[in-house]
Structure formats: structure tokens, C-alpha cells
Nanobody
Framework: QVQLVESGGGLVQAGGSLRLSCVASGRTFSDYAMAWFRQAPGKEREFVAAISWSGGSTHYADSVKGRFTISRDNAKNTVYLQMNSLKPEDTAGYYC???????????????????WGQGTQVTVSS
């Protein structure tokens, strides 16, 4: 089992920045590919970004490309999401997720991830 705990969410003005963190415990963190998803009220959960075990491969949704950066520190069992140039449409609950393989083919398929955190809320005001 892997436990994931997100933090770093909050209220920020449009154009601002936030850094989300997701700390893992329970199993070897470096075995897992990690991802961030988000879900706004009344909308389906959508893929944001993913990173491979080593951090050597990353993948982003078109809507965040160039603004968000995913990274990881395996020594700290932590994956990060640096969010810059935030927009009101980025407002959502943000969730980290983990699975035992990395593939660009289905990186955005939420059902392929085995472990999920409880989420952290990001609200961007206009």
C-alpha cells in the first residue's frame, strides 16, 4: 500500500503561483510513476501532468503546458507541481496519483492509477 498526502493548495490571484507537494509513504516511492489530476465542481477529473520513476520523462496536458512543472525528489518521497501564471480556470481540487509503470500512451487515464491522495484545493481569483 502507498499513502499519498497532498499540500500546498490555497487562494491566489490570477497570474500568481503555487507549489503543490505530495508526500508518499508505505512502499518504495521510486518504484512509482506519479501524476497530478484535478477536478472542478461539476466536471470530470482531468489529467494535469505525470512523471516517470527517475524524473527523466514528463507529460503535460495541453492546458497547462508551459505554465506547470512536475518534478520529484525520491530522497524525500515527494512529487511537486509548480504552477505559474495561474488562471481562474485552474481552480479545482488537485490530486496526486501513483502507479507502477510509466507510459505516455495512457498517462492521462485516471483508472490506471492505483493510489490516490485526498486532494488539495486550489482557487484562483480573477
Amino acid at each position: 500500500q502507498v499513502q499519498l498526502v497532498e499540500s500546498g493548495g490555497g487562494l491566489v490571484q490570477a497570474g500568481g503561483s503555487l507549489r503543490l507537494s505530495c508526500v508518499a509513504s508505505g512502499r518504495t516511492f521510486s518504484d512509482y510513476a506519479m501524476a497530478w489530476f484535478r477536478q472542478a465542481p461539476g466536471k470530470e477529473r482531468e489529467f494535469v501532468a505525470a512523471i516517470s520513476w527517475s524524473g527523466g520523462s514528463t507529460h503535460y496536458a495541453d492546458s497547462v503546458k508551459g505554465r506547470f512543472t512536475i518534478s520529484r525528489d525520491n530522497a524525500k518521497n515527494t512529487v511537486y507541481l509548480q504552477m505559474n501564471s495561474l488562471k481562474p480556470e485552474d481552480t479545482a481540487g488537485y490530486y496526486c496519483a501513483g502507479r507502477l509503470y510509466y507510459s505516455d500512451y495512457d498517462v492521462g487515464l485516471s483508472t490506471s492509477y492505483d493510489y490516490w491522495g485526498q486532494g488539495t484545493q486550489v482557487t484562483v481569483s480573477s
